[in-house]
Antibody, heavy 117, light 107 residues
Framework: QLQLRESGPGLVKASEALSLTCIVS??????????WGWVRQPPGKGLEWIGT???????YYNPSLKSRVTISLHTPKNQLSLRLTSVTAADTAVYFC?????????WGQGNLVTVSS | SYELTQPPSVSVSPGQTARITCSGD??????AYWYQQKSGQAPVLIIF???ERPSEIPERFSGSSSGTTVTLTISGVQAVDEADYYC??????????FGGGTKLTVL
């Protein structure tokens, strides 16, 4: 059974960078069938797609975040990572990692990140 | 970029049929996906490729598509179906998008 688990700090200072790791078990991130993505959800608000990465390393980013986002795969560790720079209070959200193949079929439980001023 | 538009809320009584729409130009060319999210939990995929249902999802959930609008139908709504529902699509250039979400209230 595939499992994803987000890991990272729960508190980040404004203007600094947010870094999260998604630990994948029960399946390989090198599988050519799937994409891997990050989605966030501000408190009380809807889902926002952040970006997606294919096993080749090709990335796709939300245009509204593209200048600040980097998503990477770490195949030996079976992990993917998210880095978001120059954060503000608007980046406070639950961050989810998920696996995509005609839909996000598997999700992590989410990691709440609060940006403090 | 493009947008997917959903009604903010839908209310139905138990046993009735709930219909949640999602509209956007991209839907005329690309598949739609539907997610159910209960409070404090991660979303769950309930419909993929417009009309397909994962095996673990109850048969009362179904999807349909017509032009630029897709519809999630929940037949015989139960109290346990009260949740937020999101549509999602992706274009060929590598842009994914979610609709704003619809809160389903079971009266």
């Amino acid at each position: 059974q595939l499992q994803l688990r987000e890991s990272g700090p729960g508190l980040v200072k404004a203007s600094e960078a947010l870094s999260l790791t998604c630990i994948v078990s029960g399946g390989s991130i090198g599988n050519t069938t799937y994409y891997w993505g990050w989605v966030r959800q501000p408190p009380g608000k809807g889902l926002e797609w952040i970006g997606t990465i294919y096993y080749t390393g090709i990335t796709y980013y939300n245009p509204s975040l593209k200048s600040r986002v980097t998503i990477s795969l770490h195949t030996p560790k079976n992990q993917l990572s998210l880095r978001l720079t120059s954060v503000t209070a608007a980046d406070t959200a639950v961050y989810f990692c998920a696996r995509y193949s005609y839909g996000f079929h598997y999700w992590g439980q989410g990691n709440l990140v609060t940006v403090s001023s | 970029s493009y947008e997917l538009t959903q009604p903010p809320s839908v209310s139905v009584s138990p046993g009735q049929t709930a219909r949640i729409t999602c509209s956007g130009d991209i839907l005329a060319k690309q598949y739609a996906y539907w997610y159910q999210q209960k409070s404090g939990q991660a979303p769950v995929l309930i419909i993929f490729k417009d009309i397909e249902r994962p095996s673990e999802i109850p048969e009362r959930f179904s999807g349909s598509s017509s032009g630029t609008t897709v519809t999630l139908t929940i037949s015989g709504v139960q109290a346990v179906d009260e949740a937020d529902y999101y549509c999602q699509s992706a274009d060929n250039s590598g842009t994914w998008v979610f609709g704003g979400g619809t809160k389903l209230t079971v009266l």
